[in-house]
């Protein structure tokens, strides 16, 4: 079982809609990252928060918002997405310091756009 | 971006055969991970790599990290049917946070056949 805990496991909703992809760890780990993952391909980052600030934002469309409101939760805001959103959003957590630490993952949660 | 390049992208082997895959990179990177995903599941780490030339293992599995930095390999001894799945090799810059993200090569399909 994982230590990332992701919900929902499925999602699918209409192009109009606002849903929001939410993400949990107990580990202490306080740096967080969501990963886009398309069928049969690798993850791409998205975003990373250090210290509950956002430290990356991989030049993400504004109609994905992420939100870290404490050191064990981590949220992605979805609004008005479009058909190619459909994917398998990913979660993983890890130390912030110390350089190199490994990521843990979540089990994702599979997105599909209507 | 940096891109990795992973090799084989498929493997077709008997149960009891020893596995091997690797991967290449343009550009440095101070941290290798491999990565195992399952349908459905998100990726499990499986070995990290932090120094150059370093050889870790984890039971029937063996990776090291390239003494130029630019690449990384991963083998599997004995192959049984669990190791059946995606294997990810991941690099990490390391700009000294921590907190940075992942570059994934485009896996490794392993397929044990009876």
């Known amino acids: 079982d994982t230590e990332v805990t992701q919900t929902p496991k499925h999602l699918v909703m209409g192009m109009t809609n606002k849903k929001s992809l939410k993400c949990e760890q107990h580990?202490?780990?306080?740096?967080m990252y969501w990963y886009k993952q398309k069928a049969k391909k690798p993850p791409e980052l998205m975003f990373v928060?250090?210290?509950?600030?956002?430290?990356i934002n991989e030049s993400v469309p504004s109609r994905f918002s992420p939100e870290c409101p404490n050191s064990s939760l981590l949220n992605l805001h979805l609004h008005a997405l479009q058909p190619e959103d459909s994917a398998l959003y990913l979660c993983?957590?890890?130390?912030?310091?110390?350089?190199?630490?490994?990521?843990?993952f979540g089990d994702g949660t599979r997105l599909s756009i209507l | 971006g940096q891109q990795l390049n992973q090799s084989p992208q498929s493997m077709f082997i008997q149960e009891g055969e020893d596995v091997s895959m690797n991967c290449t990179s343009s550009?440095?990177?101070?941290?290798w991970l491999w990565y195992k995903q399952d349908p459905g599941e998100g990726p499990v780490l499986l070995i990290a790599?932090?120094?150059?030339?370093e050889l870790t293992s984890n039971g029937r599995l063996t990776a090291q990290f390239g003494i130029t930095r630019k690449d990384s390999f991963l083998n599997i001894s004995a192959s049984i049917p669990s190791d059946v799945g995606i294997y990810f090799c991941?690099?990490?810059?390391?700009?000294?946070?921590?907190?940075?993200?992942?570059?994934f090569g485009k896996g490794t399909h392993l397929i044990i056949q009876p």
């Open positions: 991941a690099g990490q810059l390391d700009s000294g946070g921590g907190a940075d993200g992942l570059t």
């Open positions: 993983a957590s890890s130390q912030a310091t110390g350089g190199g630490q490994p990521q843990h």
């Open positions: 790599l932090y120094k150059a030339g």
């Open positions: 580990m202490g780990h306080r740096a």
């Open positions: 928060y250090s210290y509950e600030k956002l430290s």
């Open positions: 550009s440095i990177f101070n941290t």
